[in-house]
């Protein structure tokens, strides 16, 4: 069927001269192959070899040797294979190039690479079948499209308005004019969108200077809809350079305005199709505490996966509309988990905690393990919180890189879900990343010290 797939598209588009095909890695990037089109049919027929430990390395692809993986055991290959449905033109390129997502099974078998994050959301999603149940899943993701042009000392700036020429470090939330200020831009994002079968729904202007969100509509296939949000970055950053931008899905690229996150919207049908939150449904909005329960359980054992690096918690200060505690309450974006407006059968909570620049695979096998582990326990939450649940941090939380890391790596719920050894090795991939960061002189060193 792959090899059907590939032909098909050729006969298509006779144009095209190569093919990136890619997987995500750790740190939630695209990183793969440029193959030319007549190795195309190949690729799809017998795979191709790709290291597996690319899916362990940190943000400057460095090895840290996670578990005996990287340097102790020869860097292996494994076999890579297009996942079916991903093959599409890639738009950027005038007809000449092609793109797919990978998958990494172990060599010469069916099997994935047990630290795929695709393959740990994967299993997931298959506890939940177990029960007869389907997650529906959709992503919200917020980015800065920032000048070309850095400061100085390197740091980003806001663009030039392409309408009035003007820097602004003032944005406007839900401002329509920002919107048509940037329609070159969202306009050519979108018809990118449209090639790729990427479902980009509703798309506002945020509380920053060029800051957007972009919305993913709700799927019932998680692992599709982390592959749609994945390819949305690259998307939202091939588009940003057509139209004279960079965009950046760092969390925190502005110390004093607001930062970028990914919300994750969920709810859960049964068997007969019908969303088990549903107040009208028996056991509706007891499923629906037993989901927030598990949520709760397992904040802080998965912060390292919705933090993954030094910057995003910088997001997480009082009254900034980011989660500083496990509180949960309706229609409230200073609650870590809120209930949206809805009627019965739409009946869902968002999970408000993650980074732009988290990992969308594990972000999302996080999210649903501590639903998964709710239910499976029929965990109760924390009363309903009203009011500013922002206003205070939750000092149990691991707020910092270095508590987070701890948390994930002495995990004992995670294990149960994203696989026994997954949680330490992905703390020993973030640990080294940490120390090579903390190694580096700041300047404010040589300031406050020298």
């Not at 092609?98 to 393959?119: M, Y």
């Not at 989660?323 to 408000?352: C, I, K, Q, Y």
């Not at 582990?373 to 941090?393: C, R, S």
């Amino acid at each position: 069927m792959g090899v059907d797939e590939a032909r098909a598209f050729l006969e298509a588009n006779p144009g095209v001269e190569y093919l990136d095909a890619f997987i995500i890695d750790l740190c939630g990037r695209a990183v793969g192959k440029r193959h030319p089109a007549h190795q195309i049919e190949k690729l799809y027929s017998s795979g191709s070899q790709l290291c597996a430990g690319t899916y362990l390395l940190d943000v400057n692809g460095n090895t840290s040797d996670p578990l005996g993986y990287g340097f102790s055991d020869g860097d292996p290959d494994a076999d890579s294979h297009p996942v079916p449905g991903t093959l599409c033109l890639a738009p950027w390129s005038q007809g000449k190039g092609a793109q797919c997502l990978l998958e990494l099974k172990n060599e010469g078998t069916s099997d994935p690479v047990w630290f795929e994050p695709r393959a740990v959301l994967r299993s997931v999603v298959d506890g939940f079948a177990e029960r007869g149940l389907t997650p529906v899943v959709a992503v919200e993701l917020e980015f800065y499209l920032i000048d070309r042009e850095r400061t100085e000392n390197g740091a980003p700036q806001p663009p030039l308005n392409p309408r009035t020429g003007e820097r602004s470090w003032k944005g406007n939330v839900f401002g329509l004019d920002e919107l048509e200020d940037y329609r070159a831009f969202l306009t050519l994002m979108a018809e990118y969108c449209g090639a790729q079968n990427i479902p980009a729904s509703t798309g506002i202007s945020e509380y920053g200077p060029g800051q957007f969100e972009i919305n993913l509509d709700h799927i019932d296939d998680p692992a599709r809809a982390a592959d749609q949000a994945a390819c949305l970055r690259r998307t939202m950053t091939m588009a940003a350079r057509e139209a004279g931008f960079d965009a950046t899905f760092m969390s925190k690229p502005y110390p004093e305005l607001a930062g970028s996150g990914m919300h994750i919207h969920m709810s859960i049908l049964d068997g007969e199709g019908r969303n088990i939150f549903d107040p009208a449904s028996e056991g509706g909005e007891g499923n629906l505490r037993n989901v927030i329960g598990g949520f709760q359980a397992t904040m802080a054992e998965a912060f390292a996966i919705f933090a993954p690096n030094m910057n995003v918690f910088r997001r997480f200060e009082p009254d900034q509309f980011t989660p500083v505690t496990t509180d949960w309450g309706e229609n409230n974006r200073s609650m870590a988990f809120r209930l949206p407006a809805a009627d019965g059968p739409n009946r869902r909570v968002e999970h408000r905690v993650a980074g732009a620049e988290a990992n969308p695979y594990l972000v999302l096998a996080a999210v649903l393990a501590g639903g998964l582990h709710g239910l499976e326990n029929a965990l109760e939450p924390t009363p309903m919180a009203t009011g500013n649940a922002g206003a205070e941090v939750d000092e149990t939380l691991p707020l910092k890189p270095w508590k987070a890391i701890e948390a994930i790596e002495n995990a004992v719920i995670l294990p149960q879900y994203l696989g026994e050894d997954y949680p330490r090795a992905y703390a020993a991939v973030k640990r080294g990343e940490l120390d090579d960061f903390l190694s580096a002189i700041t300047a404010r060193e040589y300031e406050w010290y020298l």
